[in-house]
Structures are given as C-alpha cells and as structure tokens.
C-alpha cells in the first residue's frame, strides 16, 4: 500500500525556517517524481514545487512565489522527501502535501498524496 | 500563472449529473492534454479522480467523466451520491514543468 507521511509542521515566526519531511513506503520511491503542494486555510491546493529522480539527475521546479526561498531536496536511501523553508511569511501559513507522481512518462499529475502537516507563520 | 476558475459551488440532488467547468488559458489547459481532477473531503487529503482530461484511475467509479474543449475542462458526475459531497479541484501542466491548480468548487449533493 503506498503511503505517504509528512512530519515536521508547526508555528514559526515571520522570517525563521522551517524543514518538511515525507515518508514514502510502499512502492519503489526512486522511480518517482515528488512533489510538495500546500493549501491554505480554507482556501484551494497550490503546486510549490517537484524533484525528478534520480534518472533526471534530481532536478528541481519551483512556483514563483517560493522560488529563491524553498529548496526541494530527497533522500532515496531513506525513502524521503523534504522542503527546507526558508524566510517564511504569513502567507506561507497552509497545510503542506507531499504527492507522488505516476512513473510512466507523461508525468503530469498526482497519483497518491499524504495527509499533510500544517504550518503556521506568526507573531 | 494564475489560478484555473472554476465555480465557487455546485449542487444537485441525488440521481442527477451535474459538471464543474474549468476555465484557464492557452498556456495550461488549452495547450495540453494534462488536465487532472481531485476530491478532497473535509480535513482530508485530495484523492485523484481523472487524469490526463479524460482518463479514470482504476477503483474511481465510472459515474465520474472528463473532458476538454479549447481552454476549458469539465468534470461530470452522473447519478450524484451522497458521498460524492466534497470540493473538487482541477489542476493542468502548465509548461516549464510546473502545475497550476483551479480554485475549487463545493459540491453539495441536496
């Protein structure tokens, strides 16, 4: 059974960091595409960014409104994937996702998602 | 990019179908066929329910369809059940891998 948990959320004050981690079992977590997308309260899902494997020499893809600020990295040998988060602001604040994609090319959207860890920027 | 629109809510009674459009641009959803739809229950995960504009993943019901013409996709349900009340989202390529998500839409099934 695929299954994705996410660790490391919680309050953090405007301008500090942050670190993100994903758990990944049940399948081969090298093969995959990894993504982290985050929704704010009560508001809709916003793609932050993904890693290629490590075919795709792990690359990374930022939006533009955490490019420069958030770093994608993974770890294969741990099966996991993090978001290091730096220079938060209160916008940040939203519940953070780690979603797998499919490994057959096309890779264009997100088979399985975790449950989430919230992060709250504040005073 | 700017989010996809779709409708803030949607509703239907139960047997019926209804569709949620989403609407962006020649840049994401009018340029490929990369459209894919997710149900996300209240203080829950989002699940995927199409894929690739039109394809359904094995274990999602048949009663859920996509589609696309020029700049805007639609999901449809057919024959609404209770379960099915949840907030959809639609999300595209959108080149330069990157993706770019819809606003969401809340179904309520009357």
């Known amino acids: 059974e695929v299954q994705l948990v996410e660790s490391g959320g919680g309050l953090v004050q405007p301008g500090g960091s942050l670190r993100l981690s994903c758990a990944a079992s049940?399948?081969?977590?090298?093969?995959?595409?990894m993504d982290w997308v985050r929704q704010a309260p009560g508001k809709g899902l916003e793609w932050v960014g993904r890693t290629r494997n490590k075919a795709n020499s792990y690359t990374t893809e930022y939006a533009a409104s955490v490019k420069g600020r958030f770093t994608i990295s993974r770890d294969d040998s741990k099966n996991s994937l993090y978001l290091q988060m730096n220079s938060l602001k209160t916008e940040d604040t939203a519940v953070y996702y780690c979603?797998?994609?499919?490994?057959?090319?096309?890779?264009?959207?997100?088979?399985?998602w975790g449950q989430g860890t919230l992060v709250t920027v504040s005073s | 990019q700017s989010a996809l629109t779709q409708p803030a809510s949607v509703s239907g009674s139960p047997g019926q179908s209804i569709t949620i459009s989403c609407t962006g641009t020649?840049?994401?959803?009018?340029?490929?066929?990369?459209v894919s739809w997710y149900q996300q229950h209240p203080g829950k995960a989002p699940k995927l329910m199409i894929y690739?504009?039109?394809k359904r993943p094995s274990g999602v019901s048949n009663r859920f369809s996509g589609s696309k013409s020029g700049n805007t996709a639609s999901l449809t349900i057919s024959g609404l059940q209770a379960e099915d009340e949840a907030d959809y989202y639609c999300?595209?390529?959108?080149?330069?891998?990157?993706?770019?998500f819809g606003g969401g839409t809340k179904l309520t099934v009357l």
């Open positions: 999300c595209s390529y959108a080149g330069s891998s990157t993706f770019v």
């Open positions: 049940g399948f081969t977590f090298s093969d995959h595409y």
């Open positions: 979603a797998r994609e499919p490994a057959a090319i096309p890779r264009r959207y997100f088979d399985y």
């Open positions: 020649s840049s994401d959803v009018g340029g490929y066929n990369y």
């Open positions: 690739d504009v039109s």
